[in-house]
């Protein structure tokens, strides 16, 4: 784990924690599936100095969820990664919708950088709590 924290790095763990001795951090692959949890679960715009950050997911939530839509919402996971997460490569990405429940499920298979460690991050998108 010390060798995986020193490669990859440490950063503020998401949610921000703050702890006696001052803000929780995270490292290592952990810290990679918390900043794609942020990048996916941002809005562009969202945020103030940072216009450009984010997916923009919310505003495919409600158009219907057919092949284009879902290739669509991969393409905008693919660049937000691209544009914002330098330490890995996206392999692929799936979207699927579940229908019953109304969410995307979002399928991330990435290789670590200069690593050549693979790592896979599903994350369940849907309005409400997240």
């Given at each position: 784990?010390?060798?995986?924290?020193?490669?990859?790095?440490?950063?503020?763990?998401?949610?921000?924690?703050?702890?006696?001795?001052g803000v929780r951090l995270t490292g290592g692959v952990r810290n990679i599936e918390e900043s794609?949890?942020?990048?996916?679960?941002?809005?562009?715009?969202?945020?103030?100095?940072?216009?450009?950050?984010?997916?923009?997911?919310?505003?495919?939530?409600?158009?219907?969820?057919?092949s284009n839509r879902l290739t669509w919402i991969e393409n905008l996971i693919r660049r937000a990664?691209?544009?914002?997460?330098?330490?890995?490569?996206?392999?692929?990405?799936?979207?699927?919708?579940?229908?019953?429940?109304?969410?995307?499920?979002?399928?991330?298979?990435?290789?670590?950088?200069?690593?050549?460690?693979?790592?896979?991050?599903?994350?369940?998108?849907?309005?409400?709590?997240?």
């Open positions: 784990m010390a060798l995986e924290v020193r490669f990859i790095g440490v950063g503020w763990g998401f949610p921000p924690l703050f702890e006696a001795g794609l949890r942020i990048i996916t679960g941002t809005q562009l715009g969202e945020r103030l100095m940072r216009p450009n950050f984010g997916c923009g997911l919310d505003d495919e939530i409600f158009g219907q969820m057919n990664i691209l544009l914002h997460e330098p330490r890995i490569d996206a392999e692929t990405i799936r979207v699927e919708a579940d229908q019953p429940e109304g969410r995307l499920l979002i399928r991330i298979a990435y290789t670590v950088r200069g690593a050549n460690s693979r790592f896979n991050f599903v994350f369940p998108f849907y309005l409400g709590d997240r």
